[in-house]
């Protein structure tokens, strides 16, 4: 399979999945379904990349399985999280500002957008299943073992950030408890390593390497666009006492809290 190949079919497979969220979102008026999709969109990148290929290597179909497992994972994770639940304030916001035009203005700035964003950062689980490399070696297995830290970080912290908000005692008060008390997104934090993970393994093939572009690109998300700044910024409006979280809590790379 060429590198080309490669590109194309995550290119095709995500244009498609993109516009058929989008139509849906219009149906229900919920563009809150693309966050749902995100995830999924990377399994189905690492699916239609693999069936184009004509080897079977160990380093292939590790890439489409760690993809599969933490791409399910975090798509049912969102759909119970968000299932009934009211549009996103964020898409509120632009409905409310653009009106009738929503639907299209959502399709550039929303589908469209998370679509690139995707194909950017599949870079990995694409490049990684274009060469015939063989054997996993100590570079790959690195990358399983930052893998299965980002897995344990993101899974865990959703976890018990999810049990922190299902008590009505802790309602209005800051989760700072378990992983949270390390890093303020011990999950984002873990996302990223995940990424990082299939970075180093996809990059073991040689032309792979290219792929940690995507890794790059994710955590740059994670860090400074949509992810934890994004959402700091609405916390620290409306939630008493996260500033003092805020001063003795790592920002994303988990360390001991500061003492005052």
Known sequence: MSVGTALLSAAVAIVILMIVTWLVSVAIRNASIVDITWGFGFVVVAWMVR???DTNTTHQWLLVALTTIWGLRL???LFWRNHGQPEDFRYRAM????????????????????GLLMWVVSLPVQLGQVSDTPNVGLLGILGIIVWVAGM???VVGDYQLARFKSDPANA?????RGLWRYTRHPNYFGDACVWWGLGLIAAETGVGAWGLIGS????ILLVRVSGAALLERSLRK?????????????????RPPRTP
Do not use: N
């Open 216 to 219: 790059a690109v994710m955590t």
């Open 172 to 176: 209005g008060t800051v989760m700072d």
């Open 238 to 254: 409306r939630k008493p006492g996260y500033e003092e979280y805020v001063a003795r809590t790592s920002s994303f790379v988990p």
């Open 152 to 154: 344990f970080f993101e």
């Open 95 to 114: 409905r409310k500002r653009h009106g009738a035009r929503f639907p299209m203005v959502s399709l550039a700035t929303v589908f469209a957008l998370q």
């Open 75 to 77: 798509t049912v994770y």
């Open 51 to 53: 069936l184009q290929g």
